[in-house]
């Protein structure tokens, strides 16, 4: 008869091994895990920046909200600014894709830009510039359209409004054809704002970020 205590050597590396797969195992599972987990980065203006409203009720907070919730580990960076237009979003992007490595990268600009009147040519070369510079990176873009206020003419409104889904449509981006559906072009649209009548209350963010999650989640699959 074969003494037992032979076996016990190649037991005991049979169990070692066996142990070093499954801990392989596990890490390689948790590093699939945070391969898959999402980084947004919202580049806007104060209609993303909870501009006049209490801190953690604009719909960028709401979103990350959501997605902890639907998608637990996405991160969400808000580097949106009040008042910024398409040029200070050029100028800051690069260096926010460099610390922040988005996967994604939502831009809300314009509005600023047709407020200002500044040349509707700039502002549709800056949201180029810009969503090239996200897609080199490999992120996906989501562009949230914007409309012009009424009083600037209707071709004027017309042209600004089909920049944005011209920009997404030749450069393979998302879109949001308006950000401000259901709020600006409300029946009732005073109830939507704050009392300046160009910024979106505490009411209305729910309804912002309806806009743009269908699209986001889309994206997100």
Avoid: C
């Avoid at 590093?31 to 209609?47: F, H, M, P, Q, Y």
């Avoid at 996405?74 to 040029?87: C, F, L, P, Q, R």
């Avoid at 509005?111 to 996906?140: S, Y």
């Avoid at 949230?144 to 450069?171: D, V």
Wanted: charged share 15%; aromatic share 6%; hydrophobic share 40%.
């Amino acid at each position: 008869m074969m003494d037992s205590g032979m076996h016990t050597p190649l037991l005991r590396r049979r169990h070692f091994t066996l142990s070093l797969l499954a801990l392989a195992g596990q890490g390689f599972g948790a590093a699939t895990l945070a391969a898959k987990a999402a980084r947004i980065l919202v580049v806007g203006d104060s209609l993303s920046a909870e501009y006049g409203l209490a801190r953690g009720t604009g719909w960028v907070h709401l979103m990350a909200q959501k997605l902890q919730q639907e998608r637990p580990g996405t991160e969400v960076v808000n580097a949106s600014i009040s008042g910024d237009t398409t040029s200070g979003g050029r100028s800051r992007l690069p260096a926010l894709l460099q610390k922040h490595q988005p996967s994604h990268v939502v831009i809300e600009l314009g509005g600023n830009d047709a407020l200002r009147g500044l040349p509707q040519g700039m502002t549709q070369d800056n949201l180029q510039t810009m969503i090239r510079q996200a897609k080199a990176t490999g992120a996906q873009v989501l562009l949230l359209g914007m409309q012009m206020p009424p009083n600037y003419g209707p071709e004027m409104t017309r042209q600004f409004a089909a920049m944005y889904s011209q920009l997404a449509k030749s450069q393979g981006t998302g879109l949001v054809p308006f950000f401000l559906q259901g709020v600006g072009d409300d029946a009732e649209p005073l109830k939507w704002f704050q009392p300046d009548r160009i910024h979106p209350n505490e009411a209305a963010q729910s309804r912002l970020l309806a806009n743009v999650w269908p699209q986001l989640k889309k994206q997100l699959k």
